[in-house]
């Protein structure tokens, strides 16, 4: 699943027989797409506003404080709340699809940590090497 929540209702809404004879709850789709969405969205921003987060949902202005606590329950995303500014503030999330660039992204990032670990391994024995030849 691609899509946002708007999307999953859509497709809900011309599909309804189908998702109700497969068993699956539609109740229970809506609270896995709310997540989804929000991990999309907070993939890219850092910050989201209460109303954002409300109309994305599509949730009240009361139950923005719970979704969110939900949602970092879930271990996928990690976020503090500003009730002042009205905000939520991504600190990090899960990828909500791992794609050839992210496999990419990874690889390059493994790399460099060990590039990096190599070198400081060397500068440790350079170091023991000498501390060894001066005592």
Known sequence: VLGRLQDYLEF??????????????????????????FLQIAESEKELTFDAIQKEMQISSDDIESFIIEAVRTKMIGCKIDHLARKVI??????????????ISLKEKLESWKSNLTTINNNLHELLNVKAVTT
């Open 90 to 103: 991504i600190d990090n999330t899960a990828q909500r699809t791992f794609t050839k660039q992210h496999w």
């Open 12 to 37: 809900y809404s011309k599909q309804k027989s189908f998702i109700e004879s497969s068993g699956v709850k539609h109740e229970r789709n809506i609270t896995k797409m709310r997540l989804l969405t």
